[in-house]
């Protein structure tokens, strides 16, 4: 009968000693790790292992950069808005998600052309035409974290590179209402405590900010930049005309999207969203002309489309409203 052998148990002492082994290893590591190699590179290494052992999750995060732009101190679950929900024009929302996709697939074509892997995007048009939910959506996409940088609790241009460093890969930074947040002068930074608005390219001078527009576009497209992968950048404003061209060109703002008032294709969609219709309605001839003859932003009309879930009544108070807006608005230029 044939017998068989098992290996020796290990004692405890051996445990003991490999278990030191490896710890005396691990310190040794991360000595040599702490003293030879650079802060924003360890951060990025860091950051790069975070990336892929992390789970992914289908919800979108929202990180608020706060505290100089340091530290995210809070983190929600963000709009839920898609592309699909997204009240738009369609065939600019289908260019949208087209270059989107683009850039993604393109790792290796980025490589090739000793670019930086990332994208930027400028949102611009008048109050309530849902332009946050179109950065949801692209998040969402993507499931994408998103980053939302207060430019005014940014000290200086320095801070604003460790504000880089710190983001994650595959996420999306985000800087709202630009034009009021960046000094119109490339060369001097701005210590007035006083706000104005000389012309078109001014903007607002924020009290003790430091930074500068020329620190602003290193930030966006200069060598630090390079450091991190399948990165996006939104830009919004109510006012692309005060912009400085600098901001504009190609390889900061690469896509300029109109986010203009509202179109039958965007109602549709409101329509679908917050009344279920799916189908043509006798209403929309009517709506249609309305919304033609007047401009009306998105967020107005779906603020009527809340008051009722009735259909018949819910569509009834948009014609109502769009007729006392075009009344005003005659009014007015009377």
Request: proline content about 4%; some cysteine.
């Amino acid at each position: 009968m044939a017998t068989r052998t098992f290996p020796e148990m290990p004692t405890v002492s051996s445990l003991l000693t490999a278990y030191a082994s490896v710890s005396a290893f691990v310190m040794i590591f991360r000595t040599m790790f702490e003293q030879l190699v650079p802060l924003p590179l360890r951060n990025y290494a860091i950051d790069l292992v975070k990336h892929y052992l992390k789970p992914r999750s289908s919800e979108l995060i929202l990180l608020i950069e706060e505290k100089d732009g340091y530290n995210p101190n809070e983190m929600f679950n963000a709009n839920p808005s898609t592309f699909e929900t997204l009240a738009m024009d369609q065939k600019l929302k289908k260019e949208i998600i087209e270059d989107l996709d683009l850039f993604v697939k393109r790792k290796d074509f980025y490589k090739r052309v000793g670019k930086a892997w990332k994208r930027g995007y400028l949102l611009y048009g008048p109050p309530g035409t849902e332009k946050s939910s179109l950065i949801a959506a692209m998040a969402n996409h993507f499931k994408f974290d998103i980053f939302d940088l207060q430019l005014m609790n940014v000290k200086d241009d320095s801070s604003l590179k460790d504000i880089l460093l710190e983001t994650s890969n595959r996420s999306i930074l985000v800087i709202e209402d630009i034009d009021c947040s960046i000094v119109p002068d490339r060369k001097e930074p701005s210590s007035s405590s006083e706000s104005h608005r000389d012309g078109p390219k001014d903007s607002i001078k924020l009290t003790n900010q430091m930074f500068t527009l020329s620190g602003l576009l290193n930030f966006i497209d200069g060598l630090w930049s390079c450091c991190g992968d399948e990165r996006i950048i939104v830009f919004t404003t109510n006012h692309k005309e005060r912009l400085d061209p600098a901001l504009l060109r190609p390889g900061r703002m690469d896509m300029h999207i109109n986010m203009s008032y509202l179109t039958m294709d965007g109602f549709k969609t409101l329509a679908a969203n917050y009344l279920n219709i799916h189908d043509d309605h006798r209403r929309f001839r009517e709506i249609k002309q309305l919304i033609k003859s007047k401009k009306v932003t998105l967020a107005e009309v779906a603020e009527e489309l809340m008051k009722s879930d009735n259909v018949e009544l819910a569509l009834e108070g948009v014609v109502k409203f769009l007729k006392r807006k075009r009344a005003r608005d005659d009014e007015d230029s009377e």
